[in-house]
């Protein structure tokens, strides 16, 4: 008996194995309100992707025009926090849209513990990648778990725009919706932008707490006593985010990821001036092992990484060029730590240089230059391989060109280190890092140091 026997027969026709152009069906994984998704191998590429497919007694000009809107919503909104549509179209008379395959959907992760670190972070890419739908006066309409994609490299993305709704004001609409994360607004056929805030608020809350509150919202919520362990600064963010009245709501996820980024910064500060009570582990001549692992590390990458910041999960050092910690792996896009430049990134929070056109770590717009000067700098040790780039200069680790957000394509080396990251070519500090912290894949267990 297969996993699609009792099912009927519009969404039992496709079978494990079964070829559908050039995909093979490996597994049904979900079922929406009119379509099921398929993992599947793609036998050319090969790789594994996510294949949505409409029920076939569904396929009317109504549902189709409804799946065509998706499709091109999703497809107007290039952002990593955004699910991509791989490929669009009619095979042996079903419409089939492929997506990139994702580990699970936050749903299935809450079922396992989050830290308040993990659980900040998906907030932080879930309210990323609403912000690009709203400056595109799109509203989502259905943030929830579900609708939210996990991703190896620590990338939370957004999908199933199937019941959004585009326009720049208040919104006349159905009071379409999941039940528990619907705003009282949108449940009225009144949705907006901050419709989506209370959505990511109720979403924020169950990662922090374990818990999805009921009407009424009367604070304190259930589970406000875990909410509490986060910070007043994080409590008071998700606070407003989950206001009744929307007025008293941000008016977007723009400003609702803002709060929260100024949140982590000053609780971040905080850490740092208090100091974490550690018990610390000694070796047999009294030494904590730890900090003299730190001493030889700094060392070893000493003229190549600053280490101005340290890691907020584990405490250990951290270079603000990097994406992921390389002792700890933790993701962190958005980085809030001491800077050697003059200025940040509105959309990563990494340093910047007055006079550059781009930020040279994230694939963001433009962020100046904000100054006519042009400013020499010792760090400039790469070049632009663009040939018609107006500086082609390059701070190290840079991942993208300043002057015209080129990518760059050269695998940077830490010098006295030898090894390399095997997904990214990046160099890594072997015998020190277990992820690579610049890409955030693993490395060989690094073996303990006295």
């Not at 800077?339 to 929070?349: E, I, K, L, Q, V």
């Amino acid at each position: 008996m297969t996993a699609f026997a009792g099912l009927p027969m519009a969404a039992s026709s496709l079978r494990p194995r079964q070829r559908l152009g050039k995909y093979r069906i490996v597994r049904r994984i979900g079922r929406g309100g009119y379509a099921d998704v398929f993992e599947a191998m793609d036998t050319i590429e090969g790789v594994k992707v996510a294949l949505k497919v409409p029920f076939a007694d569904v396929q009317d000009a109504a549902t189709l025009d409804e799946v065509r809107r998706e499709i091109r919503l999703a497809a107007g909104l290039d952002h990593p926090n955004v699910l991509p549509v791989k490929n669009a179209d009619l095979i042996d008379g079903r419409l089939v849209i492929a997506y990139p395959l994702g580990v699970e959907s936050l749903e299935r992760r809450l079922s396992r513990r989050m830290s308040i670190e993990r659980a900040l972070d998906i907030g932080e890419q879930i309210l990323d990648g609403l912000s690009c739908a709203h400056e595109h006066g799109i509203v989502h309409c259905d943030v929830k778990p579900d609708n939210v994609l996990l991703f190896e490299d620590g990338t939370a993305r957004i999908t199933d725009f199937g019941i959004a709704k585009i326009g720049y004001q208040t919104l006349q609409a159905s009071g379409t919706g999941t039940v528990g994360y619907m705003a009282p607004e949108q449940a009225m056929g009144r949705p907006s932008r901050r419709s989506d805030v209370f959505a990511a608020g109720m979403v924020l809350y169950r990662m922090l707490t374990g818990r999805l509150p009921s009407w009424p919202l009367a604070w304190p919520l259930p589970g406000h006593e875990k909410l509490r362990r986060a910070g007043p600064d994080v409590t008071d963010v998700v606070r407003k985010a989950l206001a009744v009245d929307p007025r008293k709501r941000y008016r977007d996820a723009a400003a609702m990821l803002r709060a929260l980024r100024a949140a982590r910064r000053r609780m971040a500060k905080r850490r740092r001036t208090v100091g974490p009570a550690k018990r610390t582990t000694r070796d047999t001549a009294g030494r904590d092992w730890r900090k003299v692992r730190a001493q030889q590390y700094r060392r070893v990458v000493a003229g190549a990484l600053r280490h101005d910041d340290d890691c907020p999960a584990c405490g250990e050092p951290f270079d603000e060029r990097m994406t992921h910690c390389p002792f700890c792996g933790i993701h962190r896009p958005y980085y809030d730590g001491p800077t050697s430049f003059p200025a940040r990134c509105d959309r990563c929070g990494r340093g910047v240089k007055l006079d550059w056109k781009f930020c040279a770590h994230c694939y963001g717009g433009s962020i100046g230059p904000a100054s006519t000067r042009t400013y020499t700098d010792r760090r400039y040790v790469g070049r632009c391989a663009s040939p018609t780039c107006t500086r082609r200069v390059l701070v190290p680790f840079s991942r993208y060109c300043p002057w015209c957000r080129t990518k760059v394509r050269r695998a940077w080396r830490l010098p006295r280190c030898h090894a390399r990251c095997p997904k990214c070519g990046w160099g890594v500090a072997a015998g020190f890092w277990s992820h690579c912290g610049f890409c955030g894949t693993p490395l060989p267990t690094p073996r303990r140091r006295t």
